[in-house]
């Protein structure tokens, strides 16, 4: 099983970004799918998530109209588009899959909002 973020990176506040998770190993299909993000010294918050099929998305207040879920059920993929970026958006970004009690994550990417 594994889950693999890309896309992370440092950005200008204003910018934009896009982060990709790749899964393998399991029916991703079948588990819902969310982003996390957890900055140094605070807890680790939902930032967006998809439900299975994929039919519904949904985002936090805090990045709700400058971020934007999406999975491709085909790939194994879950995108996050960032745009808008605050400095507050720095953070690790997690990917995750959940069905039931089972829960998987990735390892992270960092984004880093500075100018």
């Known amino acids: 099983v594994q889950l693999v973020e890309s896309g992370g990176g440092l950005v200008q506040p204003g910018g934009s970004l896009t982060l990709s998770c790749a899964a393998s190993?399991?029916?991703?299909?079948?588990?819902?799918s969310n982003w996390y993000r957890q900055a140094p010294g605070k807890e680790r918050e939902w930032v967006a998530g998809?439900?299975?099929?994929?039919?519904?998305?949904n985002t936090a207040n805090s990045v709700k109209g400058r971020f934007t879920v999406s999975r491709d059920n085909v790939k194994s993929t879950i995108t996050l588009q960032m745009n808008n970026l605050k400095p507050e958006d720095t953070a690790v970004y997690y990917c995750?899959?959940?069905?039931?009690?089972?829960?998987?994550w990735g390892q992270g990417t960092q984004v880093t909002v500075s100018s």
């Open positions: 995750n899959a959940e069905r039931g009690s089972t829960r998987y």
């Open positions: 190993g399991f029916a991703f299909s079948n588990y819902g």
């Open positions: 998809t439900s299975v099929p994929g039919v519904s998305s």
